[in-house]
């Protein structure tokens, strides 16, 4: 599930889509599996914002240490800020859709569907046709 999710997969079928109608609107149910995106729970989101906050401040310490190595002992400060300011916004629009989906493979594997979970989605399926 993990490594179908790192690749903006549904991490329950697969579908390349999963739920996303583009890169950043999202449906409410996944295309191919009708799986709820927020299955329902409460405060859903947060485990996704926590995982994009993860990652995006260990991407941008990443690269402030490599920059600072490479340009050390004389670091460029204001050059190395834009640099950094820039990539501060730029990593979260690269990484959103993953980080959406990554945390939907944590809660399956640590929370499964129960039936009625599946046939909710099941059901969904039926009704788009």
Same mark, same amino acid.
């Given at each position: 599930?993990?490594?179908?999710?790192?690749?903006?997969?549904?991490?329950?079928?697969?579908?390349?889509?999963?739920?996303?109608?583009?890169?950043?609107?999202?449906?409410?149910?996944?295309?191919?599996?009708?799986?709820?995106?927020?299955?329902?729970?409460?405060?859903?989101?947060?485990?996704?914002? *926590?995982?994009?906050?993860?990652?995006? +401040?260990? %991407? /941008? @310490?990443?690269? !402030?240490?490599?920059?600072? #190595?490479?340009? $050390?002992?004389?670091?460029?400060?204001?050059?190395?800020?834009?640099?950094?300011?820039?990539?501060?916004?730029?990593?979260?629009?690269?990484?959103?859709?993953? *980080?959406?989906?990554?945390?939907?493979? +944590?809660? %399956? /594997? @640590?929370?499964? !569907?129960?039936?009625?979970? #599946?046939?909710? $989605?099941?059901?969904?399926?039926?009704?788009?046709?």
């Amino acid at each position: 599930m993990i490594r179908r999710s790192l690749l903006r997969h549904c991490p329950r079928c697969g579908n390349h889509r999963a739920w996303f109608t583009n890169w950043f609107k999202q449906s409410d149910h996944c295309i191919g599996c009708g799986i709820k995106r927020t299955r329902d729970t409460n405060g859903h989101e947060l485990g996704s914002i *926590t995982i994009a906050s993860v990652v995006n +401040i260990t %991407l /941008i @310490v990443i690269a !402030m240490g490599v920059a600072i #190595a490479l340009t $050390a002992p004389d670091v460029p400060v204001l050059t190395l800020y834009i640099v950094l300011a820039s990539a501060a916004l730029i990593f979260p629009i690269l990484t959103w859709p993953m *980080t959406h989906t990554v945390w939907m493979a +944590i809660d %399956l /594997i @640590v929370r499964p !569907m129960s039936s009625g979970e #599946a046939a909710d $989605a099941q059901a969904w399926l039926e009704n788009q046709s």
